[in-house]
């Protein structure tokens, strides 16, 4: 039996948390652009990560875990600027960074460990 995967578990509620967050950014706000761009990436680093557990090699579950981290930096971004332009409420915007703090704290120690290794 698979032991449960933190990362995995926290980047698959986050990307559901974004999908429903998104979905109201598209349709209610009418906010087409940003809200696709949001969505693209704050989900991409679930699929990267489930990638990187499926992996071939050492290299290619570290490649993987990588771009999971840069997609998670640029949802950094895109959540920081709908928030500063008021598109997207304060409350949200905090709920989101804090649960999408956690999954970089995650990563960014993954990649450290990763990087500490020797092939």
């Known amino acids: 039996m698979m032991t449960e995967n933190p990362a995995l578990t926290k980047s698959f509620d986050f990307s559901l948390k974004m999908v429903s967050l998104c979905r109201k ?5 009418k906010e087409f652009v940003l809200g696709k761009q949001l969505l693209r990436c704050s989900t991409s680093n679930g699929a990267n990560l489930e990638e990187a557990i499926g992996g071939f090699s ?4 570290k490649y993987k875990i990588s771009i999971a981290y840069k997609e998670a930096r640029e949802t950094h971004y895109w959540i920081r600027l709908l928030m500063r332009s008021k598109i997207l409420s304060g409350e949200e915007g905090c709920s989101a960074l804090k649960d999408l703090e956690e999954l ?5 120690a993954t990649l450290k460990t ?3 290794e020797r092939f």
Request: hydrophobic share 40%.
């Open 25 to 29: 950014l598209i349709y209610e706000d």
């Open 58 to 61: 050492r290299n290619d579950f």
């Open 104 to 108: 970089l704290k995650i990563l960014t």
């Open 114 to 116: 990763l990087n500490k």
